[in-house]
């Protein structure tokens, strides 16, 4: 069964920077998946914010692009989200997925999301 575990979030002032990790479990065809971050804010829709394939390319949304780093870690099937310079408008439940809905040869379609963590930027 393939799982996602995100670890961090809280308070954090503007400025401030703090660091999100998710670890997948599975097969390691699943886990070699490109994985993701995504982020809602309140009352708005989920969108994702920073991607990584197994191979180390990544893709940011422009509003984080020069302030977030995502990195992977494939020995511990563990990737990471570094934010920097957080802005109160960051604020929101940032979530860890697996797959992000693409297909993949041997798994089929992967879509694998965490529990969520809150992330408050706030003085």
């Known amino acids: 069964q393939v799982q996602v575990v995100e670890s961090g979030g809280g308070v954090v002032q503007p400025g401030g920077s703090m660091t999100l990790s998710c670890t997948a479990s599975g097969s390691s065809t699943a886990t070699s998946a490109t994985m993701g971050w995504y982020a809602q804010a309140p009352g708005k829709q989920r969108g994702l914010v920073a991607s990584i394939t197994k191979n180390g390319n990544t893709n940011y949304a422009n509003f984080v692009r020069g302030r977030f780093t995502i990195s992977r870690d494939n020995a511990k099937n563990t990737i990471y989200l570094q934010m920097n310079n957080l802005k109160p408008e960051d604020t929101a439940v940032y979530y860890c997925?697996?797959?992000?809905?693409?297909?993949?040869?041997?798994?089929?379609?992967?879509?694998?999301w965490g529990q969520g963590s809150l992330v408050t930027v706030s003085e």
């Open positions: 997925n697996l797959g992000l809905g693409r297909y993949y040869a041997q798994v089929g379609y992967l879509e694998t």
